[in-house]
T-cell receptor, first 114, second 115 residues
Framework: AQKVTQAQTEISVVEKEDVTLDCVYE???????LFWYKQPPSGELVFLIR??????QNEISGRYSWNFQKSTSSFNFTITASQVVDSAVYFC???????????FGTGTSLTVIP | GAGVSQTPSNKVTEKGKYVELRCDPI?????LYWYRQSLGQGPEFLIY????????DSGLPNDRFFAVRPEGSVSTLKIQRTERGDSAVYLC?????????????FGPGTRLTVL
């Protein structure tokens, strides 16, 4: 069975602090894909990153970075020097090799305090 | 280009009524997905279309829920005899190709409230 766990329900940080959002997944597939989406107050899910199970290289995009570790089944997301505009709910998601179904975690609500 | 659009943005209905929710995918995207997001939860898969056909409807909760995509573009999610438990945000997503895990791009959702 596919499952994604985001244990942090809510996080508050002060602007310019770094913050890491945790994501742990379960799957029996050897080929799978992991995603992070951002859901701002407007409600629309915004795609951030896709990573396949064969690529464990960490990725950095501006202030965002992702740490994928198959050994611990984790795909954590770090925001460096957080900004108020980063306030949103962040979802981690898992799909199998077909990509036909996404399994989402329950989300982490991030509040960045000015 | 334009993203996924969904109408209406909000729908309030009474228990037992019939509702239709519409999704316009990104132009050229062949795959279309419907999800339901309850308060404080992540989106839950309902159904996905490849072209005009429903390739996987395993997420539909019961036979009151039905979706169509007659011309392989716009899709309509139909809910009969609505119940208060159907209240949620219904999200639509599209991707260029199904399979090969192409990224799904989401619309803003329709917030359905059943009184």
């Amino acid at each position: 069975a596919q499952k994604v766990t985001q244990a942090q329900t809510e996080i508050s940080v002060v602007e310019k602090e770094d913050v890491t959002l945790d994501c742990v997944y379960e799957t029996r597939d050897t080929t799978y894909y992991l995603f992070w989406y951002k859901q701002p107050p407007s409600g629309e899910l915004v795609f951030l990153i896709r990573r396949n199970s064969f690529d464990e290289q960490n990725e950095i995009s501006g202030r965002y970075s992702w740490n994928f570790q198959k050994s611990t089944s984790s795909f954590n997301f770090t925001i460096t020097a957080s900004q108020v505009v980063d306030s949103a709910v962040y979802f981690c998601a898992l799909s199998d090799r077909t990509g036909n179904q996404f399994y989402f975690g329950t989300g982490t609500s991030l509040t960045v305090i000015p | 280009g334009a993203g996924v659009s969904q109408t209406p943005s909000n729908k309030v209905t009474e228990k037992g009524k019939y509702v239709e929710l519409r999704c316009d995918p990104i132009s050229g995207h062949t795959a279309l997905y419907w999800y339901r997001q309850s308060l404080g939860q992540g989106p839950e898969f309902l159904i996905y279309f490849q072209g005009t056909g429903a390739a996987d409807d395993s997420g539909l909760p019961n036979d009151r829920f039905f979706a169509v995509r007659p011309e392989g573009s716009v899709s309509t999610l139909k809910i009969q005899r609505t119940e208060r438990g159907d209240s949620a945000v219904y999200l639509c997503a599209s991707s260029f190709l199904a399979g090969d895990t192409d990224t799904q791009y989401f619309g803003p959702g329709t917030r359905l409230t059943v009184l």
